[in-house]
C-alpha cells in the first residue's frame, strides 16, 4: 500500500499570531510547527503500512520552512518526503493549494500507484478543512473525511478502506475502495513521539524539493494572482481589558471566590 499524506508547516499556535498589510498571517517568523494535527495523519498511514505494507511519503506544500513539517514526518518514520517550494506559491488559496498537491501526488504516482491519500482533519492557522475536499476533487477520489477510526481489508483485487465519523447524534461508516482520500480527527489515535533511531534514520533520508515547474503548473494560476478568494480585511484581536490578575499570597483562592460571586458569576 503506498500512502501519500499531506501536512502543513504552520505557526505555532502558542506564539502571537501577526498579520499583514495584506490581511494575511505573516508566517516567516521563524516559530513554524509542523501542524499538530497532522500528526494524527502521519499516525495512521504509519499503522496501515505497518499492518498492510507498504510505503509513507510526507508531503507538503509551503515556503522553505515548511521542510520542517516533512522532516518530522520522517523522525515519525514515513519513507520518503516531497517538498513543493516555489516563491509563487505565496498567496495561494484552498484551490491553488489543492490544484499544486494533487499535481505533486501525480508526479509521486510515477514512480508506483498511490492508494491513500491522508490528510488532518483541519490545519491550525487557515482552520478550514476545506482542503482535503478540494484535493479529492481535483483527483477524482471518493473521500472520507473526519475519520475517527480507519480499517483497511486488502485482498487480491486491491484495498477497501472503512471509516467511523462521529457526528452529533449518530455514527456513520463509510467504505471505499482504494485509490481514496481520508482526513482523520485528533480521535483516530495518538501519534507516536519520534524516537532516537527514528530521528537518526531521518537524517538519512532525502526530501524532495519540487517546484511549478516540475509539476507543469502556470504560476499564475496559483498564488496571490491565481487565487479565487481575496481577503478583503483582517483585524487584529483587541488587548483584553479589565483583566484581573490574582497574585497568589497564600489567599489567591479566597480572592478568587470573592470575585467571582461580587460578579455573580456562580
Ligand atoms: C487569499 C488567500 C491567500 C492565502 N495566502 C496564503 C499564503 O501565502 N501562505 C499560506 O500558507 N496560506 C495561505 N492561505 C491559506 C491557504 O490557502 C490555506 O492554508 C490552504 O488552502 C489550506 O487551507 P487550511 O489552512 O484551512 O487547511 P485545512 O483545509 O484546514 O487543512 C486540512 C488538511 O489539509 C492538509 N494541508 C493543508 N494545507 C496544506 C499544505 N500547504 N501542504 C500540505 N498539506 C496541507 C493538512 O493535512 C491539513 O490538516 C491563503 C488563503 C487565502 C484565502
Redesign the pocket.
Known amino acids: 500500500m503506498k500512502i501519500v499524506?499531506?501536512?502543513?508547516?504552520?505557526p505555532d499556535i502558542q506564539s502571537e499570531r501577526m498579520i499583514g498589510d495584506d490581511g494575511?498571517?505573516m508566517?516567516d517568523g521563524g516559530d513554524g510547527t509542523l501542524?499538530e494535527?497532522?500528526e494524527n495523519?502521519v499516525e495512521a498511514a504509519l499503522v496501515l503500512a505497518e499492518t498492510h505494507g507498504g510505503a509513507v511519503v510526507v508531503?507538503?506544500?509551503?515556503?522553505a520552512d515548511?521542510v520542517d513539517?516533512v522532516r518530522r514526518g520522517l523522525q515519525m518514520g514515513a519513507d520518503e518526503a516531497v517538498h513543493?517550494l516555489d516563491d509563487a506559491?505565496?498567496?495561494?488559496?484552498?484551490?491553488?493549494?489543492?490544484a499544486v498537491?494533487a499535481a505533486a501526488i501525480r508526479v509521486i504516482e510515477q514512480e508506483g500507484p498511490v492508494d491513500l491519500v491522508?490528510?488532518?482533519?483541519?490545519?491550525l492557522?487557515?482552520?478550514?478543512?476545506?482542503?482535503?475536499a478540494?484535493?479529492a476533487a481535483d483527483l477524482g477520489l471518493p473521500q472520507l473525511t473526519l475519520a475517527s477510526s480507519i480499517e483497511a481489508e486488502v485482498g487480491p483485487n486491491g484495498a477497501r478502506v472503512t471509516v467511523r465519523r462521529e457526528l452529533d447524534h449518530a455514527t456513520e461508516v463509510l467504505s471505499a475502495a482504494t485509490p481514496a482520500l481520508l482526513?482523520v480527527t485528533d480521535q483516530a489515535n495518538e501519534p507516536r513521539y519520534p524516537n532516537f533511531k527514528g530521528i537518526m534514520a531521518a537524517r538519512k533520508k532525502a526530501v524532495t524539493t519540487l517546484t511549478l515547474a516540475d509539476l507543469g503548473i502556470d504560476p499564475a494560476t496559483v498564488?496571490?494572482s491565481g487565487?479565487r478568494?481575496?481577503?478583503l480585511s483582517a483585524t487584529a484581536r483587541p488587548a483584553r481589558e479589565n483583566r484581573v490578575l490574582i497574585i497568589d499570597n497564600g489567599d489567591a483562592g479566597r480572592i478568587l471566590a470573592a470575585y467571582l460571586v461580587d460578579n455573580k458569576l456562580v
Not at 508531503?59 to 515556503?63: I, M, Q, V
Not at 492557522?125 to 482535503?132: E, F, K, R
Open positions: 499524506v499531506c501536512v502543513k508547516h504552520v494575511r498571517v508566517r501542524n494535527l497532522d495523519a508531503l507538503t506544500a509551503g515556503p515548511a513539517a513543493v506559491l505565496a498567496g495561494s488559496d484552498v484551490f491553488g493549494t489543492a498537491l491522508v490528510t488532518g482533519m483541519a490545519a492557522d487557515g482552520l478550514t478543512s476545506m482542503l482535503p478540494a484535493l482526513s498564488g496571490t487565487s478568494t481575496r481577503v
